[in-house]
């Protein structure tokens, strides 16, 4: 029988919700760990997500509440520890993770087919959004990146397991493991030093290294059998609202999954993975150096205009909003016609009077270029618009200033 852990804090609406996908599972016995109280004004919430606990009455549940607060990697630990002293395998599931009803069957599923393959570090039940090829055949895929989303492991797996930011230069002596640690995502490692400075409390990440450090992997269902419902910025590591990583929860129960035999990695799945966690380094030296080019148009009285002319294009839309969206509208506007706005996460109807589209309202959109304003951020975007199929014209702002810098030949004039 594999033992689930239940982690709890101060999130009662979240809790109850899991707690009822629980019971649509028919887990046999639930061990849940409340963290300690961190903060005396979180006390009322605390409470009544203590209430909440003792009122399961639907299986067999042991609770452990804290009377310190050890924070979220610690409790973790030490509550699959707990859970490893009495199992063989293990569930970590946060209060903001909701189950899909067939989420027990297909971890069971996994964890007797991958028992005794060791190159198969962990297990989930949801993952973070990538795109699945329409000709994938499998009902999960391996991945380099690890995914908390009601993660499972197996003890012999657990039983090594430190967070130590050491294991990184065990990484990098490796050309094979510096591979797999470079397609799990370039934020990783600005993750465990984020750590290491007491920034982020995170148990997860030095997982990926771990299991990276051993040449592992990690499985995740190409349909989401849990989904994470906390991203709106109240959550441990998540202070920021987004639904850049979010599934649907559309995972169903079957008599039997298409499982792969062995460790079977699909590249497609592996670049577009890498796409969606690309962090770029180079955020503000882009908008510099786009700010640079452009000034040397403006003193060569050019103009972002003509790409436009040039290019036929009559009408668009910007992703982004701010001063190079500003600079853009001043230079095209009245000859090109803004369609509307795009963010990643829409915060406010209308700017300069035009619609402002999201992630999660775009359906009625036109079918005319979109000039992307955060270049940096390209590979994640046009990763959303491949998932969403958004077959819109994307052009980068920057690849618009260099070709009016190139047709007007002022690249070499000094």
Known sequence: ??????????????????????????????????????????????????????????????????????????????????????????????????????????????????????KVMSICGGGYGVIIPETYPYDVYFSYRMSSVAFGTWKDRWAEFDRDPRMLAEIYKNSEKTEMLENAGNDIEKMIFASIKGEIDTWATYWSVYQINNLGYHMIPTKGYAMDIGRLGDGTNTTDSTIRYDIELDGEKKERYNLPQDIYIDQT?????????????????????????????????????????????????IYGIGNLTEFLCYDICPHIEIAGYILENRCCDEYNGKKVYDMGHYEDMEDVPIIIIPSYDSAFIRHFFSKCKIANQVIMIDDIIRYVLNKEKLFDDR
């Not at 042991?62 to 630990?77: V, W």
């Open 1 to 118: 029988m594999t033992g689930l852990a239940f982690f709890v804090y101060k999130r009662p609406e979240h809790t109850k919700k899991v707690i009822e996908s629980i019971k649509r599972n028919g887990f046999e016995k639930v061990y849940i760990f409340q963290d300690g109280l961190k903060n005396e004004k979180d006390r009322p919430l605390w409470e009544k997500v203590s209430e909440l606990i003792k009122g399961i009455d639907f299986t067999e549940t042991k609770i452990h509440i804290s009377d310190f607060n050890r924070g979220l990697a610690e409790s973790i630990i030490y509550g699959m520890n707990y859970v490893f002293e009495r199992h063989n395998t293990a569930i970590a599931l946060e209060d903001d993770i909701l189950l899909a009803d067939g989420f027990k069957t297909l971890m069971e599923t996994m964890f007797d087919k991958y028992a005794s393959n060791k």
């Open 269 to 317: 799945i592996v670049e577009d993975s890498r796409n969606l966690f690309k962090i770029a380094d180079n955020k503000m030296n882009c908008y510099f150096d786009i700010l640079c080019m452009w000034m040397r148009l403006y003193h060569k009285k050019a103009s972002a205009l003509e790409y436009f002319l040039d290019k036929n294009i009559l009408k668009i839309y």
